[in-house]
């Protein structure tokens, strides 16, 4: 009897071994299929399906091709630890619509972002110091790009074939640009300071030059958006949305809302809009004004149920 016991325990522990050793390698073979490849802080490669995608925080820098041709990438958020982006790092991310770029990146190499279709906005941080050969070429969504005041160069091709690329501030810094950087751009009216490289190439090469400060917030102002209609009842509020193009933020503009029927709904300074007692419409006029005295006019029809 203790015989059989004994060889019921080594069964047991036996097993229990074994199932350890099953465990562990299984924790260990996740971990390394993660989405990321990442070697001493370098993103070298994505493995997942795409989507939004967070960066992890700790990278250091995404290699070359790391993201490329990844299709179904919608959107990106990468962390301040990040600091440079390879060659052809999301190049033909065809449905990439959003990109939080690093505060920290000091430099964006050739083709970054080129075939980028779908990308409608982008910040270019204010630590890059150039903007190198196709970075953001065939990008066809972009219609508004602020040059930081750290950028001195810009590439060839940089924004060809940004064909609803409409306006561009281009700083005093930017004292170089290569061969046709906004080639296929017919829509472009260069923004910048007068006696500046970026108003002589403007006028070299016979494209739309406006004096920046007041017009370019002007231009701006006139890609605004906001949220055109909201269905509310008395138990929940909802909040109007503002979209602000790249340039503009609430450092720079201010935002007022009034309700035509305050007895039907009222909106805090905030945009957030709450039902009173009766069911109805309403319409909420926005005005969005910028530090020179530009305005834009928003309306949002409201709905009381």
Known sequence: MKTTQKSLLNVMLLCMVLIGVVLIPTKA????????????????????????????KGVTRIDDYAFYECKKL???????TVTSIGYRAFQYCTSLKMIKLSNNITDIDMGAFAQCK??????????VTSIY????????KLTVIKIPDSVMFIGMAAFAGCSNLKVIYIPESVTTMEFEPFSGCSKLTIYG??????????SDNKIPFKLADGQYYK????EVTGTKQLTINKTKGKNIEIVLPSGLSSKNVTVTYKSSNTKMATV???GKVTAKKKKGTAKITITVKDKYGNKKILTTKITVK
């Open 118 to 127: 779908s990308l409608e906005k982008i910040d270019i941080p204010s630590k």
């Open 268 to 270: 805090s300074k905030k």
């Open 193 to 202: 300071h007068e006696n500046s490289y970026a108003q002589t190439y403007a």
């Open 74 to 80: 919608t959107s990106i958020k990468m962390p301040d």
């Open 219 to 222: 231009a701006l102002l006139k």
């Open 29 to 56: 073979y996740a971990s390394s299929n993660s989405d990321f490849v990442i070697e001493n802080g370098v993103l070298k490669e994505y493995k997942g399906t795409g989507g939004n995608v967070t960066i992890p």
């Open 133 to 140: 050969w196709g970075t953001f070429n065939d990008c066809k």
